[in-house]
């Protein structure tokens, strides 16, 4: 999967072939087409390997007893520490997008985990609201928003942020979306 993300990355999943994974991976091609008969196979398996990477993490974060804030302020840390460790993976995060107009089992893949991402935060926020931590809102429309503001950090990734960075971007963001969700303090809403 290492090999795949690293082909992937210098090179677009159009130009790469799977001699290019199999010279990365220092393994012989009949081991790699054991496994993947595919270099779409491979792919399809690298979101998949990145879905149960993350996936443990997040659930994790939405099951502890922390607040609603806080968990949110954990899912924006998570994804800070995941670009900080790997931003590779958000540049082929990229490419698999350009993927989902040309390709039906990308598309479906992808549509997949993202329904799942936004499903997590949904829980988060519908647990803010029922514990009276959150203003009344539209969940979904909520949730989509900070997934949006989540997947800000691929651009970090590709182009140099005007002296903003990752860590100032996630700080700033998280700020803005927990003034617009958080209750003020004496039980009335933020106007």
Same mark, same amino acid.
């Given at each position: 999967?290492?090999?795949?993300? @690293? ?5 677009? *999943? ?11 991976? #220092? =393994? ?8 993947? %008969?595919? $270099?779409?196979?491979? +792919?399809?398996? =690298?979101?998949?390997? !990145? ?13 502890? /007893? ?13 994804? =800070?520490?995941? *670009? ?11 490419? +698999? !997008?350009?993927?989902?107009?040309? @390709? ?9 985990? *993202? ?7 949904? /829980? ?9 931590? +959150? $203003?009344? =809102?539209?969940? %979904?429309?909520?949730?989509? &928003? ?8 691929? !651009? ?5 942020? #005007? ?21 003020? &303090?004496?039980? %009335?809403?933020?106007?």
């Amino acid at each position: 999967m290492d090999a795949a993300l @690293d082909v992937v990355v210098k090179k677009r *999943y159009s130009d790469c072939r799977m001699d290019d994974i199999v010279a990365k991976a #220092n =393994l012989s091609k009949g081991a790699i087409y054991w496994y993947y %008969k595919s $270099k779409k196979k491979i +792919f399809l398996a =690298l979101i998949s390997h !990145w879905v149960n990477n993350f996936g443990v993490t997040l659930n994790q974060i939405v099951e502890e /007893d922390l607040a609603a804030s806080t968990q949110l302020k954990e899912l924006f840390r998570f994804f =800070l520490d995941a *670009y900080s460790e790997n931003p590779h993976v958000f540049k082929a995060e990229l490419e +698999f !997008w350009a993927l989902l107009n040309r @390709d039906s089992d990308f598309h479906e893949k992808t549509r997949k985990v *993202y329904h799942e991402s936004l499903e997590l935060i949904e /829980d988060i926020i519908e647990q803010g609201v029922a514990a009276g931590e +959150f $203003k009344n =809102l539209d969940v %979904k429309v909520a949730a989509l &928003s900070i997934m949006v503001n989540i997947e800000g950090i691929v !651009w970090f990734s590709l182009f140099d942020a #005007n002296g903003v960075s990752a860590q100032h971007y996630f700080d700033t963001i998280s700020d803005f979306i927990l003034a617009g969700l958080l209750k003020k &303090s004496g039980g %009335k809403e933020n106007d």
